[in-house]
């Protein structure tokens, strides 16, 4: 079997209760109306082996699949990571995961880069049950009785991780699965009972062929590896003829066979061949050569989704703290995981596993942290009352687990579980600190609760209003541009100035960078164009032909060519190799303020100054369709890396949001929340498709989430318009220029 990815046709809904595999085209699922994320289709084989299934579930980071392993009949869990930029760190953690053996917790098989799909993947265990969640809501709350033997399972799963360096960071009742027992035993049917099954030829000659099959033949034919798991057998067929070997499976319900595979030729025809019905009778004759393994990990319960597990290491000042992403659960999460400038270590697992215990026996969500932070403020109780049949040593040890300040918790999970069960734990000898001030001050920095949480550091350098910011593809270098007539290169890293390019004899009023990093484009309110050459000190081609000011400028796809638009209506097509004019478009009838190439390269979408937005074909440049004619003017655009959206920004529009192959807008980012002065200047899309950064005229950043269109961070510290924003293509930075004559750069986590 090959080690390559085989696409199938159609997209799997995200709704896991749906299950329904649509075309490719269709942005809607007709059987549920979930809005569909071109997921991979029913049947697609990852690396050769992992056949997808199902759904389970569908969050930013991707997707997660229900597989079957083909080598050994399996179900799995393929987690996907759609942020592949982070693979290295990625796997790096995942490794380490694979060592893990314990029976609460689902083995990590292995990580991967998948070169056809672009995205990273994280094969697990898959479990089968009910989360506890929803088994608290279809029972109602536990006793401690009924809750204790599901928690004393869950604590030894996480203190063997905490024991070997990990914190799950991410407890919580839907990442608890109540396992139910499994059955250890299951039938084969008689063989001759699957005529419909298989070759005839093969149950004619009966079972004296198939034992010479299990027996293997005197040329040494014959099973190399045997195996039983849970309602499956599986096994390694070895032909010395022909040096090949076979992995074959198949899967029973009861005395059923629900499912096989074999690599052989004939298994690949739909039938049952003779090494799967020599499995089948292998086991009716010796059941004791098949070795037993586990499927899944043990009842009651099993701790799931290691998707944002953290390998705990020593903080190293020298470099940014090495989260591989902030994230949290309100609720569950503590204050210190809201955060990116701290390192988090076992009391966060501590504080999700006391919160988890608090629902399970009251029933009701705890409040989040940062609510609980705000009413510590006002001198409020952070916990309700205690519930008269909740034990009172399980009560005390909930609310110190649950401390908002990690200091004031236990030391270590062991002693709060010693402390629940009714046995002494010793306080840490601390002081008890003042809180109302500190947590002011923690209520200040995180109330937009989003991973935006590192303070901004400001490039200083033009001497007039920064018009625009493009980072390099390898995300290492900063480009901006200014109405100071000069465009000026930045290692941002380092905070320092590189080079400062001029010539222009006009404002500069966009950049842009070659696909390869080694060439870079300012567009002039000069009516030139130039192509500065960055690996040579002197090397600059100065581009003509507009007759009025070049507004913007936009990099292809592809790499091999840039667009401008200008004042004068018009939209040319470069080459970048020698600046070659390619093609240009027909009068447009107004200033074309704004460019954005499709993702596949076909077309390129421009916004004029007289509301007009509409697209050109990249090929010829002939204006082939319109999507809007709004009145406003348009400032800015910009695609979604994924292809589903075009983002329209300009005076009084706030940011529409327009799904491209049902040309409607899905939604409005709030225009009354930009006020009078919010003109959306520009605007970007994070790496991901997942966050809008919008620019505008109030001196404020924003961050935007596409799925809703919700405001999830106010970033402030310019002292005059912002005129420009972009994220980096690592996803690590987020920038943004503005009259004050300053580039501001936030850390992203």
């Given amino acids: 079997m090959g080690a390559v990815t085989k696409l199938a046709d159609g997209q799997l809904c995200p709704n896991p209760r749906c299950g329904q595999n649509n075309p490719r085209s269709v942005t809607v699922c007709p059987k549920c109306g979930t809005e569909q994320r071109q997921l991979l289709g029913k049947g697609t084989v990852l690396k050769g082996h992992y056949r997808i299934e199902s759904v389970l579930g569908c969050g930013g980071f991707g997707a997660v699949y229900k597989a079957t392993d083909l080598r050994t009949g399996k179900f799995v869990a393929v987690k996907e990571n759609r942020q592949h930029r982070t693979f290295v760190r990625f796997a790096q953690e995942a490794n380490l995961l694979t060592l893990l053996n314990h029976r609460h917790l689902p083995r990590v098989h292995e990580t991967f880069l998948d070169t056809v799909t672009g995205k990273a993947y994280l094969v697990t265990d898959y479990v089968e049950g009910e989360t506890l969640e929803l088994f608290v809501r279809r029972k109602g709350k536990l ?50 009972s699957l005529k419909r099954l298989a070759f005839s030829k093969h149950l004619r000659r009966g079972k004296k062929l198939i034992q010479h099959f299990v027996k293997g033949s005197s040329t040494g034919n014959g099973f190399i590896a045997l195996e039983r798991g849970s309602n499956r057998l599986a096994g390694v067929w070895s032909d010395e003829i022909s040096g090949q070997r076979w992995h074959l499976w198949v899967r029973l319900s009861g005395s059923k066979v629900k499912g096989w595979w074999c690599e052989c030729s004939e298994g ?33 319960v099993a701790l799931v989704d290691f998707g944002v597990a953290k390998v705990m290491e020593p903080v190293n000042p020298s470099r940014p703290h090495s989260s591989s992403v902030v994230a949290w659960t309100d609720g569950f999460s503590p204050p210190e995981q809201y955060r990116s400038d701290i390192e988090v270590d076992s009391k966060t697992d501590q504080y999700s596993l006391a919160a988890t215990l608090f629902f399970a026996l009251t029933g009701e969500m705890p409040e989040d942290a940062l609510t609980r932070l705000e009413r510590a403020c006002k001198g409020e109780p952070t916990l309700p009352p205690k519930l008269p049949e909740i034990p009172d040593a399980v009560w005390e040890a909930i609310n110190r687990a649950l401390s908002l300040d990690p200091q004031q918790r236990f030391l270590s999970l062991n002693d709060f579980w010693k ?58 270098i900063l480009a901006s541009g200014s109405f100071d007539r000069t465009v000026r290169l930045w290692d941002f890293h380092d905070m320092r100035q590189l080079r400062v390019l001029k010539g222009h004899e006009d404002s500069v009023l966009a950049v842009v960078f070659s696909e390869d990093g080694r060439r870079l484009g300012s567009a002039s309110a000069d009516k030139t164009v130039r192509l500065w050459h960055l690996g040579e000190e002197n090397a600059v081609v100065t581009l003509h032909g507009h007759n009025e000011a070049v507004l913007t400028i936009a990099n292809s796809p592809c790499g091999e060519f840039f667009a401008t638009g200008s004042a004068d209506g018009m939209v040319r097509l470069f080459g970048w190799k020698d600046g070659h004019l390619v093609w240009r478009s027909e009068p447009l009838g107004a200033f074309v303020n704004a460019l954005a190439f499709s993702p596949d390269g076909k077309l390129l979408a421009f916004g004029c100054a007289d509301g007009v937005v509409g697209f050109l074909s990249t090929r010829d440049g002939k204006r082939v369709k319109q999507l809007c004619e709004t009145g406003l003017s348009i400032t800015t655009l910009a695609f979604s890396p994924d292809g589903l959206y075009l983002a329209v920004g300009g005076e009084g529009l706030g940011v529409q949001l327009w799904h491209l192959q049902e040309r409607r807008i899905v939604r409005t980012i709030h225009p009354k929340l930009l006020g009078s002065r919010g003109w959306v200047n520009a605007l970007a899309f994070s790496p991901d498709s997942q966050l809008i ?41 987020l920038a943004s220029g503005s009259s004050d004559k300053t580039i501001r750069l936030w850390r992203l986590t």
């Fill in 419 to 476: 402390a629940a069960c009714g046995g002494e734990a010793k306080s840490p000898k601390i002081s008890k600190v003042s809180v109302k001030e500190p947590l002011r001050a923690l209520v200040s920095q995180l109330r937009h609760r989003v991973p935006f949480l590192t303070p901004s550091h400001s490039l200083s350098g033009h001497t007039d209003t920064v018009s625009a910011v493009v980072f390099s593809p390898n995300s290492l």
């Fill in 143 to 192: 006793t401690w009785g009924e809750a204790k033997p599901i928690f004393e399972a869950l604590v030894d799963a996480v203190l063997y991780l905490h024991e070997r360096g990990v914190v799950h960071r991410d407890i919580k009742p839907a990442n608890i699965i109540i396992v139910a027992p499994a059955s250890e035993q299951f039938s084969v049917p008689d063989l001759y």
């Fill in 268 to 300: 690949q025809s739909g039938k049952m061949c003779i090494h799967l019905l020599a499995l089948l009778a292998l086991y009716c004759e010796e059941p004791s050569v098949f070795t037993p393994v586990a499927d899944a990990p043990s009842p009651p």
């Fill in 693 to 733: 950064a919008t620019a505008s005229m109030d001196e404020v950043v924003r961050i935007w989430k596409v799925v809703n269109g919700k405001l999830l961070r106010t970033l402030k510290g310019h002292k005059g318009w912002v005129t420009a924003v972009a994220f980096s293509p690592d996803g690590k930075w």
